[in-house]
């Protein structure tokens, strides 16, 4: 894409090639047209690199494969998106990467962890959810999913192959990688923890452990996805902590399934996961969970493919099948399923302004 000066540039040549050549209007008629073409060319350049709406963010400062039920959506007579069809884009004047140049996107391989299935097979995860859905509303392209862990996802979608992840928490680090489509605010996450060791978490008088006294305690045994965020208060507590911290990494094929098990047998005193992960795991009764201070803001989460051109075209054309009320519809059941009353209702306002903007097509920015 040309610079506004270039544009200019372009413009005013030709008009003084208009100018040197045109021999049947005196030269006072022409004397004014110059520079008025200049100025006018200058506004419309400007006109289309004016500040712009980004997508909606969450309205307050912002996950794992969460379960859901089919979406149950049958099309109504509205043509759904094409493959090669064009959405509105709109780009900030401070970005200084130029829009991508629109790729065919006719194939997306989804990668996906498999605790959504693993305990309960009748569950189906956000990734089934959302294939199913586009399915209708993106026909002609074809759906594959890859069952891969969170460090392998990230290496795919930083190498730029043509694979998209969904139900990614965003961080502004993140976006510096990949490109995102919001679809779900998430209530956030809390520490999981075995019931006979909660008198031995730091809590305050509200009953929120405080995590950065957690993780300098040496003498209980914590248990990660490696690579996954949880949030950035979460984010930020983690990588502040202590080196002597009794915290193991872990890289398991789901998205952190196998580790609340490791709890249960007694391998792990707690990990970070949300309500959402022990209801799939069948709501083990030796687990509890509790909020974490400094981390109860709701958690955006997202689609994300890679920072290419073919990862700017598949993320417009997921984000126009979604952004209409059908599809708004699917990504808020398949949250409600599985959130609490309580939760539902501490953040009904949140949700409820969230779903009115996730029903239309977001304003993306390279």
């Known amino acids: 894409m040309l610079s506004a ?23 006072r008629q ?13 506004c419309s350049v400007l006109a289309g690199v004016l500040p712009a709406q980004a997508q909606p963010a969450p309205p307050s400062h912002g996950s794992s494969d969460t379960g859901s039920a089919q979406t149950g959506v049958t099309p109504p007579a509205v043509q759904p998106a094409s493959a090669s069809s ?27 962890s498999d605790n959504s299935t693993a305990s309960n097979p009748g569950v189906n995860g956000v990734t089934d959810r959302i294939v199913s859905y586009l399915t209708v509303w993106w026909p002609g392209v074809k759906h594959e999913v890859l069952i891969a862990n969170t460090k392998r996802s990230w290496q795919m979608l930083e190498d730029g192959q043509q694979v998209c992840r969904a139900n990614v928490v965003r961080t502004p680090e993140r976006e510096k990688l ?8 998430s209530p956030p996450p809390q520490l999981v923890v075995r019931r006979d060791r909660l008198s031995r978490l730091p809590r305050n008088a509200a009953g929120e452990v405080l995590l950065p006294q ?35 990494l872990y890289s398991p094929r789901d998205f952190g399934g196998r580790l609340l098990q490791m709890i249960s047998l007694d391998r792990a005193d707690y990990s970070i996961d949300s309500d959402i992960a022990l ?33 700017w075209s598949a993320i417009k054309g997921i984000d126009r099948a979604l952004g ?4 708004a519809a699917t990504l808020r059941r398949g949250l409600m399923r599985w959130i609490t009353p309580e939760t539902r209702a501490h953040y009904a306002s949140q949700l409820d302004q969230f779903y009115r903007e996730r029903a239309k097509p977001s304003r993306l920015v390279p």
């Open 5 to 27: 000066v270039e544009n200019v540039v372009i413009f005013a040549e030709a008009a003084r090639v208009r100018h040197a050549t045109s021999r049947q209007v005196p030269a």
């Open 279 to 311: 209801l799939m795991m069948g709501e083990p009764k030796d687990l509890m969970t509790v909020p974490i201070r400094g981390a109860s803001d709701l958690v955006m989460a997202g689609i994300a493919c890679p920072r290419t051109p073919w990862g």
């Open 86 to 112: 064009s959405a509105p884009v709109s780009v900030s004047p401070s970005a200084s990467a130029p829009i991508p140049a629109a790729v065919t996107v006719d194939r997306i391989t989804w990668l996906t």
């Open 178 to 185: 990949v490109y995102f489509t919001n679809t779900q605010l």
């Open 30 to 42: 022409t004397r004014w047209r110059l520079p008025l073409l200049l100025a006018a060319c200058l």
């Open 324 to 327: 209409r009320p059908e599809g």
């Open 214 to 248: 957690l993780l300098a305690d040496d003498s209980l045994r914590g248990a990660l996805v490696d690579g996954r965020s949880y949030g950035t208060a979460i984010d930020e507590m983690l990588a502040r902590r202590p080196a002597h911290s009794n915290v193991s």
